[in-house]
């Protein structure tokens, strides 16, 4: 069976073959829209979230029978056309929850008390504190929408500093509520209008498409804090910076990007002819975005620990493993 696995890094390729010695494996440190050609024979293909699968892509690879994502989110994958085709989708539904958790902790914390401002300052040499004063999470409210695997990570965390958590899910965990001593919300409305900090950990789907918009930035407490280490598309982008402009957010931390592809590969964008205007736009407003001072952005980072990292491999090699005696594990349905 041959395996061509995408987005690879330097030690990749020794570790597969160590792990996984009866499967053929190539390994691209580029995405597969950029190599697709190397898959053109292989019925398994692993693909890092850098990596985009589209319909049309899919005859290009016509033994593909598997495709092992190395990521719990698998909306870089058209999952329809998966399913129409009969190709598994695996994911790794566990492997960094705490770890991303933290890594919201890390743009709250970095907003709180204005870390890179600072920074950017005595990296200077000027020791001023004049503009730098933050605020303390303890005693404020965490608003943290989403509360699976990451979110309730998050209010663990949360709870760890003295904030009082209010929370909001489509399928409330009203078990956990009482065991970890937090309160939801009976609507996103009511968690916005009283959150301090509000960190959002659904997954983007149809239904989640800029979840939050302008009709309800109007509503967030003045002066609140907006966290997305989920996906960039759960946030309208414009209605992001007309809610910075107007000061209601008093800032954003922001792992994910709307078209965030596009904002990282700007060379190969604008290289294209055939753009929307909407995606023009977005790729526009990111710039804008990185450019305000009341803003941080990491790059898609928020999982890149050294274990989580090698939870991700070692889950997708078990997987890979189980699809090849028969007994896929981790497979996801299509929505
Ligand atoms: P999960 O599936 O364990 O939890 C998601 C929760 O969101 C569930 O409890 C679900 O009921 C809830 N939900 C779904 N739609 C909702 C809605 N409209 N309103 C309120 N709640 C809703 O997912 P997990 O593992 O916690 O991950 C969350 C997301 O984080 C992933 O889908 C992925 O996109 C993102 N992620 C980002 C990473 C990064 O490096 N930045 C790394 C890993 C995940």
């Known amino acids: 069976m041959k395996l061509v696995f995408f987005d690879a890094h330097e030690d990749d390729a020794k570790q597969l073959a160590t792990a996984l010695p ?3 494996a190539v390994t691209v440190s580029e995405t597969v829209q950029d190599q697709i050609t190397q898959a053109a024979d292989a019925e398994i ?3 890092f979230v850098t990596s985009e699968i589209t319909a049309d892509m899919l005859p290009k690879m016509p033994q593909l029978k598997l495709i092992v994502a190395r990521s719990a989110g698998v909306d870089h994958i058209d999952m329809e056309a998966c399913a129409k085709r009969g190709i598994v989708v695996t994911n790794v539904p566990h492997y960094g929850e705490r770890t991303v958790a933290e890594h919201a902790f890390a743009l709250i914390l970095a907003l709180s008390r204005k870390i890179f401002q600072s920074y950017e300052r005595t990296e200077k040499m000027n020791f001023d504190r004049e503009g730098l004063m933050g605020f303390d999470l303890s005693g404020k409210t965490l608003g943290v929408i989403g509360t699976g695997n990451i979110g309730r990570n998050v209010i663990t965390i949360g709870l760890g500093f003295g904030m009082k958590v209010l929370a909001f899910d489509v399928s409330p965990d009203k078990e956990l509520a009482k065991e970890r001593d937090f309160t939801y919300a009976e609507t996103l409305e009511e968690l916005l209008a009283a959150s301090d900090v509000v960190t959002l950990h659904v997954p983007y789907l149809e239904s989640t498409h800029h979840l939050i918009n302008k009709e309800r930035l109007e509503q967030i407490k003045p002066g609140a804090l907006l966290v997305n280490t989920a996906r960039g598309g ?21 792992d994910v990007l709307e078209e965030e592809h596009d904002t990282y590969d700007r060379i190969e964008f604008l290289s294209q002819d055939t753009h929307q205007t909407n995606d023009l736009m977005t790729m526009l407003r990111n710039h804008v975005l990185v450019a305000r001072t009341d803003v941080i952005i990491t790059p898609h980072n928020a ?8 939870r991700i491999f070692d889950t997708s090699v078990a997987n890979i493993s ?5 007994s896929p594990q981790n497979v996801v349905e299509a929505k």
């Open 22 to 24: 009866d499967v053929e």
């Open 322 to 326: 189980s699809y090849v005696a028969g």
């Open 45 to 47: 293909i692993s693909v």
């Open 234 to 254: 759960l946030i309208d982008t414009e209605a992001l910076l007309w809610a910075l402009q107007e000061k209601k957010l008093a800032g954003a931390g922001l």
């Open 303 to 310: 999982f890149n620990s050294k274990e989580a990292v090698q």
